[in-house]
């Protein structure tokens, strides 16, 4: 396990808490309590579409997380806004903020359509180093001045801990034969009806190649078993 490994050396550890029920954070995080090394551990909020809408984002979940685990939070953004899932992730409690950065948004890297190019990661962290330290309210007046009350309040959810529902597809489903797979089929991965990544009869899939796949296969439009 590589949680096992980390645990050996007393170094930061920062998990993405994507596509993960509370109970998958639990024993992520008990890893490390084991051996009193759960202070190392920072968790990520991470909506895994990409790109990701910002109003799918729920931040109000960070105070939740941090107060149930005990430990820093923060977002994994894959939006495209340099600035709204940023500072309001850093204003909702978030201690770490990640986001992809690529040179070209036109070059043909899986994620550089979604990645911000490096002018707008500066304006990122700009905007983030100018806030840091200062007032919550202060901070919420230049969200709400800037992209609007109704879409800061979106942004910030009600808190509540959630998988996006995908398909009700039976388990079956994933062991026939053979199938052809479109966009209608793809599930989260977090899903209560997808294969859990463990389940040593999940099958390798060969899927076609497709300009519309993403890393979340959220656009796939045409993939082969």
């Known amino acids: 396990c590589q949680l096992q490994k980390k645990r050996k050396n007393k170094i930061p550890v920062i998990l993405s808490s994507g596509v993960s029920k509370l109970e998958d954070i639990e024993k992520a995080l008990a890893v490390f309590e084991k051996h009193n090394q759960k202070e190392t551990v920072s968790l990520l909020h991470c909506v895994t579409s990409y790109p990701a809408p910002e109003e799918d984002y729920n931040l109000k979940v960070l105070d939740f997380l941090q107060k149930q685990f005990g430990v820093k939070v923060g977002v994994s953004d894959h939006s495209l806004n340099p600035v709204i899932v940023p500072l309001t992730g850093y204003f909702a409690g978030g201690m770490i903020i990640e986001k992809h950065i690529t040179l070209s948004n036109e070059t043909e890297g899986l994620d550089d359509p979604v990645a911000l190019n490096p002018e707008n990661f500066k304006k990122m962290v700009e905007v983030l180093r100018c806030f840091e330290g200062k007032e919550p309210q202060e901070i919420l007046e230049y969200l709400e001045i800037?992209?609007?009350?109704?879409?800061?309040?979106?942004?910030?959810?009600?808190?509540?801990?959630?998988?996006?529902?995908a398909l009700d597809v039976p388990i079956t489903f994933f062991y026939r034969d053979s199938y052809t797979i479109t966009g209608n089929n793809i599930v989260n991965s977090g899903d209560n009806n997808a294969v859990n990544a463990s389940d040593d009869r999940l099958i390798s899939l060969l899927m076609s190649k497709d300009e519309q796949l993403t890393m979340a296969m959220k656009q796939t439009s045409k993939a082969q078993s």
């Open 146 to 165: 800037n992209f609007g009350k109704e879409k800061i309040k979106a942004v910030l959810g009600d808190g509540e801990k959630k998988l996006a529902k």
